[in-house]
């Protein structure tokens, strides 16, 4: 018995000690090398074969491996790839991060990504770029620094928002601006809160409530596999930024400091006080005669008695050179369980206008813990207070623009008494001027400036809060909570002694308080495991919730006791003149997925989903679907290409995909009614009607392109061919007048429209030897738009701009210009046919060039003269670093366009307003050869809008010079800093361009898509100069 007992356990060991040589069971931990945290998530692979495993929340793993397998692989992305030799049942392990892989990855929708896995076309920009420039939104220092983005601002004016456009125009009637998407919460559309009151000259752009260096990064998402989980707000791109957050490792102290000026490049070219004189006149005697007493219309005044003729260059009364000073103050740092980030700073311009000034104090605090490795927290928020003062501008005829340049210049600023010049309706004084042959009268453009109060003050807070769990071994569960809440205040005091509403009411006070409280709640789970050894699967899904009001509130009064009263107060006026207000509200309830696989680092393959439901929505149409789906093949992986040694990288992808714009009213669908009087008796009566049916905005987007790095990574190269298809376009459709619908028409899908081109950003290192480099980026793109349908192929009409079947959004329709009659100085213009007809203005008739009456030229002689927008555009940003010092030079450079110049067609009028120099070159005899008629007051004809005032847009810009200095290690040292830069730049330098306005970058009619491409008395944008200096400790 004891025999077979001992039989059996020799036969057990035997067995045991087989099935050890087979396989055995390796443990360990792996951990971070810089502060030696655990490290979840890390793929653990035995060398040669599929067996494999990732490590849990703490870092820990545990893996058989069979008797062949002698090494253990440890590979996780920002980390150097890491293999060991198996010694025993314990391996412990300690990755390194890996610096050149940190730097590429990429912040997506709901999570990051490996820039070299990404299959969709995102654009990323350092920080870096847009720190310390003396702008007053984030978005203003893009301009030209991203392939496929366009950036055009609006005028010089401050705190004035800027036209953003991805790829090209995605909306006939609504915005055509990107989703912006602040640490992972959307924030407020810039199309939504640009203009609260536009009539008082403030505005307020809600981008400018985020300090610019607060910012880490940028990132344009710009297909529909990139921006596809935002869905119904896609369709125009993604600009998703993060701000910075602590670091592990000592706290750094940082100083920032900057101060300088700024001015206007191109002033406007006006007639002095005797060329005034000269020119009014030969505009009267050309119509009445030399020997008519009407002919002398105006002449010298010596208001102050001086003995001289009064003489003012008001260009010079409106505009000045402003300043500018910012200071910001950040602290940063963290360990193993905290890090933190907090910034406070402040910053005064004023601008280039007489009285226009921004001034804004900021605070961020961005916070992260660790309480436990499966668990992580944090908060992201800032607070943001802004007080600018505005003027008006652009087509007011009090603002900078009209009464600013149109006011004679043989007028002086100040009368007798020391007050404003004014006469007795509190205009500008007339002088010797004949106010009969006025088109407008003068509003004096110093004290519209001095004497009103054009006030907007806003607060701000922007933030977010999240938890991070990780129950389980790659799963990683979030839910964050953001707030975007925005109180806005606007004041505006009109003086009684000038002429306005202040005149009509003797003083008056408007003001208007907006609040808008956003809400924002996203819920998602992020998984992500190993099959084999090649096969990655990374999968994220969610659930979305937001929430809007707004609720603004105004109020008016007039007839004050005093002009030292300029508030609503009770007992300092007289008249309430009235009051308003409103409220509206809109919600979302989303859900979305995205699943990414790639094979070996080889073949990728994603797809993404989302479902807006959408309060704005008609009830028939009230949710959308958005699938996107996309490819990739980095073919440098392949064996074929191993002898290729120049070949770093080669990745082509394509994706395809649909997004929505969902920029609609609140209540676009709804049948709305609005109150009033009939028959002394108060009632309600439709103001809009419905449609059930009315739903997003579509675009149906296709990217395909390519990644290529070349030459030890020296030499990169992205390329992009796009094709948007955008249908479902939201057009109000023409009904019966019979109907009594109010407008007669209904908001309905009805429009389509298309955008293709291509894109490149090549980005190369030219020279790096000992201490001196040379770098370059450069992006070239290029788009073409057409309308494609439209209800009943009937324009879309906005003043000298359409949208038409089978031309691009925006087309001009002009008369055309045939130029001036060399034998007697009338304006030529050719009918729709190509005839040549001249107008007489003493006859106020058309005459042919034979001599005979012919019929008059309409608006139906317009022929589609030219499209606004740029059908190329780009930014070239050359960087040379010698030593400690470095060097900066970006060119910016856009074209293709024609920009429709009314503010010189304003200034060449033949009323009794000043005028260009360019006037002197007037028709005045016989052969002349000129582009100028024959001067003949009050003739409206000759000057009428054609394409003599349409204008090429092209232009090459400096954008940006700047120079800086790291002092030495040797030097901060024994001053007990870490670090101190010094810098200068200069911003806006000059420009190369044809055209002949002021500013060939500016828009008068802002994002109003058909209409762009309009300069009517914009103001230019400014030249700065600033010094600053960065201090760390």
Same mark, same amino acid.
């Given at each position: 018995?004891?025999?077979?007992? /001992?039989?059996?356990?020799?036969?057990?060991? &035997?067995?045991?000690?087989?099935?050890?040589?087979?396989?055995?069971?390796?443990?360990?931990? *792996?951990?971070?090398?810089?502060?030696?945290?655990?490290?979840?998530? =890390?793929?653990?692979?035995?060398?040669?074969?599929?067996?494999?495993?990732?490590?849990?929340?703490?870092? &820990?793993?545990?893996?058989?491996?069979?008797?062949s397998g002698n090494t253990l692989q440890f590979r996780f992305i920002g980390y150097v790839t890491m293999e060991r030799p198996i010694t025993g049942n314990v391996l412990n392990v300690a990755l390194a991060v890996d610096s050149k892989q940190l730097q590429e990855v990429v912040v997506v929708g709901y999570g990051v990504q490996d820039?070299?896995?990404?299959?969709?076309?995102?654009?990323?920009?350092?920080?870096?770029?847009?720190?310390?420039?003396? =702008?007053?939104?984030?978005?203003?220092?893009?301009?030209?620094?991203? !392939?496929? =983005?366009?950036? &055009?601002?609006?005028?010089?004016? /401050?705190?004035?928002?800027?036209?953003?456009?991805?790829?090209?125009?995605?909306?006939?009637?609504?915005?055509?601006?990107?989703?912006?998407?602040?640490?992972? *919460?959307?924030?407020?559309? =810039?199309?939504?809160?640009?203009?609260?009151?536009?009539?008082?000259?403030?505005?307020?752009?809600?981008?400018?409530? /985020?300090?610019?260096?607060?910012?880490?990064?940028?990132?344009?998402?710009?297909?529909?596999? !990139?921006?596809?989980?935002?869905?119904?707000?896609?369709?125009?791109? *993604?600009? /998703?930024?993060?701000?910075?957050?602590?670091?592990?490792? &000592?706290?750094?102290i940082t100083y920032d400091f900057y101060t300088g000026y700024n001015e206007i490049v191109r002033r406007p070219d006006l007639l002095n006080g005797d060329d005034f004189i000269t020119i009014q006149n030969e505009k009267a005697s050309n119509r009445f005669g030399v020997d008519d007493p009407k002919s002398v219309i105006t002449g010298n005044v010596d208001i102050n008695g001086d003995g001289k003729p009064d003489r003012t260059n008001w260009v010079d009364e409106v505009f000045r050179k402003g300043k500018v000073h910012s200071h910001q103050l950040s602290m940063s740092g963290g360990n193993e369980?905290?890090?933190y980030y907090g910034s406070v700073s402040y910053s005064d311009q004023s601008g280039v206008v007489v009285a226009n000034r921004l001034r804004r104090g900021a605070a961020r605090l961005n916070l992260d813990v660790t309480p436990k490795n499966w668990l992580k927290a944090g908060i992201s928020t800032s607070f943001t207070k802004t007080l600018n003062n505005g003027v008006l501008a652009e087509g007011y005829l009090a603002g900078v623009g009209v009464a600013g340049l149109n006011a004679p210049s043989n007028l002086p600023v100040y009368g007798n008494d020391g007050f404003y010049y004014l006469n007795s309706t509190g205009y500008l004084g007339n002088g010797a001027n004949d106010q009969t042959y006025l088109l407008n009268r003068f509003y004096h453009p110093r004290a519209t400036l001095d004497l009103q109060r054009n006030q907007n003050t806003s607060q701000r807070m922007l933030g977010n809060a999240y938890i991070e769990v990780q129950p389980v071994r790659n799963l990683k569960v979030t839910s964050k909570f953001g707030i975007d809440y925005i109180q806005n205040f606007e004041d505006q005091y009109s003086d009684p002694r000038i002429a306005g509403l202040g005149w009509s009411y003797n003083g008056l006070v408007q003001t208007n308080n907006l609040s808008r409280n956003q809400w924002n709640w996203s819920n998602y789970a992020t998984y992500s495991f190993l099959v084999g050894e090649q096969h990655n699967f990374a999968a994220t899904g969610g659930i979305e919730y937001q929430e809007v009001v707004q609720n603004s509130i105004g109020a008016y009064a007039g007839d004050f006791a005093d002009p030292f009263f300029k508030d609503i107060i009770t007992g300092t006026f007289a008249e309430q003149i009235g009051s308003d207000g409103a409220r509206t509200h809109n919600g979302f309830d989303s859900y979305f997925g995205r699943l990414s696989y790639d094979f070996g680092n080889k073949y990728y393959a994603e797809v993404a989903f989302r479902a807006d439901a959408f309060s704005g929505f008609g009830m028939n149409n009230k949710r959308g679907y958005f699938p996107a789906g996309s490819v990739g093949w980095r073919i440098s992986e392949e064996s074929f290409l191993d002898g290729v040694d120049f070949l770093n990288d080669l990745k082509l992808r394509a994706s395809y995909g649909i997004v929505g714009n969902s920029n609609i009213a609140d209540f676009a669908s709804r049948t709305l009614y609005g109150g009033g009087l009939y028959v002394e008796q108060n009632g309600l009566s439709p103001v809009q009607v419905g449609n059930t049916n009315l739903k997003w905005e579509t675009s149906n987007k296709l990217d395909i392109g390519f990644d290529l790095s070349v030459l030890q990574d020296r030499v990169g190269l992205t390329f992009d061919y796009f094709n948007t298809s955008i249908t479902d376009l939201v057009l109000n459709a023409p009904v019966l007048r019979t109907t009594g619908i109010p407008g007669a028409s209904v908001s309905t899908n009805i429009g389509s429209m298309n955008n293709k081109g291509f894109e490149l950003a090549l980005n190369t290192v030219n020279i790096e030897k000992n201490d001196f480099s040379w770098s370059t980026n450069f992006n070239f793109s290029k788009v073409k738009n057409e309308v494609t349908s439209l209800y009943n192929d009937v324009p879309v009409v906005s003043g000298s701009s359409q949208a038409a079947v089978g031309y691009a959004i925006g087309e001009f329709k002009l008369i055309r210009w045939a130029g001036v009659n060399p034998d007697n100085g009338m304006a030529m213009f050719l009918s729709k046919d190509g005839v040549v007809k001249q107008y007489d203005p003493a006859t106020q008739k058309y005459y042919l060039l034979d001599g005979s009456e012919t019929t008059q030229i309409t608006g139906d002689d317009a022929v589609f003269a030219g499209n606004p927008y740029p059908k190329w555009f780009g930014g070239v940003d050359n960087t040379f670093r010698y030593k400690d010092f470095d060097i900066g030079v970006f060119f910016q450079f856009s074209g293709g366009n024609k920009i429709l110049n009314q503010t010189r067609a304003g200034l060449m009028t033949n009323y009794m307003n000043n005028n260009l120099n360019e006037i002197k070159d007037r028709w005045q005899k016989p052969g002349d050869i000129t582009d100028v008629p024959r001067l003949y007051l009050q003739d409206n004809v000759s000057t009428r809008l054609s394409t003599r005032w349409l204008e090429d847009g092209d232009f090459l810009r400096l954008r940006q010079l700047s120079i800086g200095y790291n002092v030495p290690s040797e030097l901060t040292d024994k001053a007990g800093i870490s670090t101190l830069r010094l810098y200068a730049q200069a911003q806006n330098v000059f420009v190369l361009t044809a055209y002949k306005g002021f500013d060939p970058e500016v828009n008068t009619n802002r994002n109003v898509n058909i209409a762009y491409g309009v300069d009517n008395r914009s103001i230019p944008q400014a030249r700065s100069f600033t010094f600053g200096v960065n201090i760390g400790l």
């Open positions: 018995m004891r025999k077979v007992i /001992l039989m059996k356990l020799a036969l057990f060991l &035997t067995l045991v000690s087989q099935a050890w040589a087979q396989s055995r069971t390796v443990s360990g931990t *792996v951990t971070d090398a810089a502060n030696g945290q655990p490290l979840p998530g =890390v793929a653990v692979i035995v060398k040669g074969t599929s067996i494999g495993i990732t490590t849990g929340y703490d870092g &820990t793993y545990s893996l058989n491996v069979p008797e820039v070299k896995d990404v299959t969709g076309s995102i654009t990323s920009i350092s920080a870096a770029k847009i720190e310390n420039q003396p =702008v007053q939104s984030f978005d203003q220092a893009l301009s030209g620094r991203a !392939a496929g =983005v366009q950036i &055009t601002n609006s005028s010089g004016m /401050l705190a004035d928002g800027v036209t953003v456009r991805i790829r090209g125009v995605g909306s006939i009637s609504n915005s055509s601006q990107p989703l912006y998407v602040i640490d992972g *919460v959307p924030m407020a559309q =810039v199309s939504n809160l640009n203009t609260f009151n536009g009539g008082n000259g403030t505005r307020y752009n809600p981008l400018a409530d /985020l300090n610019p260096n607060d910012i880490e990064s940028i990132e344009v998402l710009k297909d529909a596999a !990139a921006a596809a989980l935002y869905g119904s707000r896609a369709a125009n791109g *993604v600009i /998703l930024v993060t701000t910075k957050r602590g670091k592990t490792g &000592t706290t750094k369980k905290t890090s």
